[in-house]
């Protein structure tokens, strides 16, 4: 007698070789989980680290208010685009190697953060006290966030040296997988940012009506920013 080979056993029989892929998928979604949640936690230790970024930030929220606070976070997360897009293309990789442009870029950015300290000390400038905050205002402390991180060149390296840990090795799109990167972090610096500015916001008007209080503020926003324009000047690559 003949025997029939689509009986129910061997219809149920499981395929040998569906289960190491299976396996691996599943290897491949928990690695993917894991690595994001790294990323998650790393990036938000690097982006509530104080820095230029959260300094500034509180300034503008001391100084001007809230609406202040939220536009120079924005501007300070728009400084971080072309230090992203600079990994993505390899550019960083080329300033790494060569000592002019990451000096260049490195001195520009010692010279504006000087010019913040002397601006702060003056009362001038994005971080100046103003109780009247317009569209004017808040494109002038975009601008100034913005420039002021655009001008770290190592920012850049630090990208290009950050993004690609959480990359896989066999990724078929490691350009998209690091733009998808890039736009989380983008919007936890953006968040975190403008926690930072709303927070100290609250406490403004405390600030401002005590003139002594205001300048030890300014004093001390001053030689911070001079603290990190020595702290460039210092840096290499």
Known sequence: MRRNP????SLWQ?????????????????WARAMSLSFLLTSLIVIISPG????????????KGSRASIAAAFGCTLGIVPHMLAAMLGLAAVMHTSALAFSVLKYCGVVYLLYMAWQTLREQGALAVDARVDARSDRRVIVTGFLINILNPK????????????IAVDDGHPLLRMLELSGAFMAMTLAVFVVYGLFAAKVR??????????????????GAFAALGARLAFAER
């Open 6 to 9: 689509y009986t129910a056993d």
């Open 14 to 30: 499981p395929d040998a070789a569906a289960e190491p892929r299976a396996s691996a998928a599943t290897g491949a979604v928990i």
């Open 52 to 63: 230029t970024g959260v300094l500034y930030t509180l300034a503008a929220a001391l100084t």
């Open 155 to 166: 920012l850049s390296i630090f990208f290009l040296a950050f993004l690609p840990q959480f």
């Open 205 to 222: 008007d405390r600030i401002v009506t005590r003139p002594k209080v205001m300048k030890w503020l300014r004093r001390g926003f001053a």
